[in-house]
């Protein structure tokens, strides 16, 4: 009778409804039914018992960057392995459906910290498409795991029409033509079901390559008028703009969250990275709810995007890319040769004294809080600093600036010093208060990039462990059924996207979560070579004891830390059109 069954678990539906003891029954890729009473197992191919665990619909996730790791490895088991069944790609303006593979390499090698040269080569070697409804058909072809949906960037359509070097100009502005063409490609994107468009005015986001090595993307350089007219077709077609404000710019968040307002006109979708805790603006956790809060209750519909767990990250020496938000930083990062030209600098008096006064700064808008007393040495050829803040180095070594300590070592051993910091979320009852605000979506994994410096795969279980605890606390401060909505059908409901539930007739996209394995491993991370990029060894997460079962389009594909050999060889997921 069934395909599959997961039998006696606690299941949640996805909209938030009371979540019970139940027994579901999967045929032809969905859910066929939910019983209270056992199902009949005969000719069953797959059976998994979820006594005591929770089964919940696939996560989704909001924020990723795996244009480029889709192309090389289509499985994405390293979202899939913690629960997520859904990943939107196309995030911060980039995408990798019209540009050429070298642009594609200019606009995701540094930014999002993803080797250039194996951006350029995945392109090359896998693009067939020349439209979005054939870049939609490619993905298809593919032995995908994950399912996925995506907007499309306005740098790649701006830097696919212009040219890099003119995409990148301020003296340049599109004759009309090329601008008719540029809103031609978002139209032609959202008829081929993407969930909307990405746009990035964050002014430290870099270019890679050396045609416009560290100019800002593409997306930045877009006058008033040129946005106002693409928003126009997401808000005429009810589609979602992903932006990205400049923190040193307030009036660039204004402009991004003001579009989002409806008066006289349809309500744009509009999402912002991000709500955060910033250790370096606390107040600011004040200001964002509030924001959503008078927009949406003007006509808008806007939310923030949010991760909800420490936004902590680690760096090889210098290779952060928080570092671009001043002078000092980005100049040394505007280097590309690390052992002599970048060293040369960081030896140098002058430039050391630029970067004791940027580090100085405490006030003004910024992300990094600029305080080598709070980041943590965790590796070094020197093992005496490994454990020591690079603040407390300094003072060991005669009372040294926390900067020339820094550079000290960094000159000396260069990406082999690995340090840690947390940048923001790391107070928790901000973190369960953002949680729970319904002007907050929880995603921002930026999964498939910075492979170097975060891992944030299982953010949705971490998030989970949070609420269950409150609750076994007595201390709750939102249901668990609330949670799972949060992850799940709230996100694939605004986009538009048929994921996120788990009730009769949906998409038989599930996972069984034990709840007694929500526990610290969920902070832990690990590293594990990537062989499509060189065998980088990437951050990773391991709690593979968490989520003991995943299906998805209603085949198993993971478990206990196993993927099933379907997992990357035959087609699980496909791609989500927005409806």
């Not at 050396?210 to 997306?219: G, I, V």
Request: proline share 5%; net charge neutral; glycine share 10%.
């Amino acid at each position: 009778m069934y395909d599959g069954i997961i039998k006696g678990g606690r299941w949640f539906d996805g909209t938030g409804a009371p979540s019970a003891i139940r027994h579901i029954g999967i045929r032809d890729g969905r859910v066929a039914i939910v019983s209270a009473e056992p199902l009949d197992e005969t000719g069953c191919g797959t059976v998994v018992d979820a006594n005591g665990k929770w089964v919940i619909p696939g996560m989704v996730d909001i924020h990723t960057h795996y244009d480029v790791e889709v192309l090389l490895d289509p499985a994405l088991s390293e979202s899939v392995r913690h629960g997520v069944t859904t990943v939107l790609l196309g995030s911060c303006s980039l995408s990798a459906v019209h540009v050429d593979p070298e642009t594609a390499g200019d606009l995701f090698g540094r930014v999002e910290a993803i080797p250039r040269p194996y951006v350029i080569e995945a392109v090359a070697d896998h693009k067939t498409w020349r439209s979005a409804h054939e870049y939609v058909e490619a993905l298809e072809r593919l032995p995908l795991g994950a399912n996925i949906a995506s907007f499309l960037g306005h740098s790649d359509i701006r830097a696919a029409e212009l040219g890099l070097d003119r995409a990148t100009r301020h003296d340049v502005r599109p004759e009309a033509g090329e601008l008719a063409a540029i809103e031609r490609k978002l139209v032609e994107a959202l008829d081929a079901g993407f969930v909307g468009m990405s746009s990035q005015q964050l002014l430290f986001d870099k270019l890679d390559g050396e045609l416009c090595r560290s100019r800002t993307l593409p997306s930045t350089f877009a006058t008033g008028r040129e946005r106002k007219r693409l928003n126009a077709i997401l808000r005429e077609r009810r589609r979602a703009l992903q932006g990205g404000p400049d923190v040193a710019r307030p009036q660039s968040l204004v402009s991004m969250a003001a579009a989002s307002l409806g008066i006289w006109r349809k309500p744009l979708k509009t999402s912002l990275l991000s709500a955060a805790d910033i250790k370096a603006i606390p107040a600011i956790a004040t200001i964002f709810p509030a924001v959503a809060r008078l927009l949406n209750a003007l006509g808008g519909d806007f939310r923030w995007q949010h991760l909800p767990v420490p936004f902590e990250v680690y760096s090889d020496g210098i290779d952060l890319p928080v570092f671009e938000e001043f002078g000092s930083g980005a100049a040394a990062l505007h280097l590309s040769n690390q052992l002599e030209e970048r060293g040369q600098l960081l030896r140098s008096e002058s430039y050391r004294r630029q970067f004791r006064k940027d580090y100085d700064k405490k006030y003004g808008p910024r992300v990094w809080h600029r305080d080598f007393f709070d980041a943590e040495i965790v590796d070094c050829p020197d093992r005496a600093v490994i454990g020591k803040t690079f603040g407390q180095v300094g003072m060991e070594r005669g009372g040294v600036h926390p900067v020339d300590a820094f550079l000290d070592l960094v000159v000396e051993h260069g990406g082999k010093v690995r340090w840690r910091t947390t940048i923001s979320n790391h107070r928790p009852h901000v973190l369960n208060r953002f949680a729970a605000d319904p002007g907050i979506q929880l995603g921002f994994s930026d999964a498939g990039a910075h492979l170097r410096n975060m891992a944030f795969y299982n953010f949705g279980l971490r998030l989970l462990r949070r609420v269950y605890e409150a609750e076994l606390a007595g201390r709750p401060f939102m249901t668990i059924e609330q949670a799972v909505h949060r992850l799940t059908g709230e996100l694939a409901d605004w986009y538009g996207l048929e994921a996120g539930h788990l009730r009769v007739g949906d998409r038989a996209d599930a996972v069984v979560v034990d709840p007694a394995r929500l526990d610290g491993s969920l902070d832990a991370y690990a590293e594990h070579p990537a062989p499509y990029f060189g065998n980088m060894s990437r951050m990773v997460n391991r709690n593979d004891d968490t989520v003991t079962a995943v299906f998805i389009g209603g085949t198993y594909v993971f478990g206990n830390g196993q993927a099933a050999p379907i997992l990357g060889d035959r087609r699980t997921g496909r791609f989500l059109r927005a409806a």
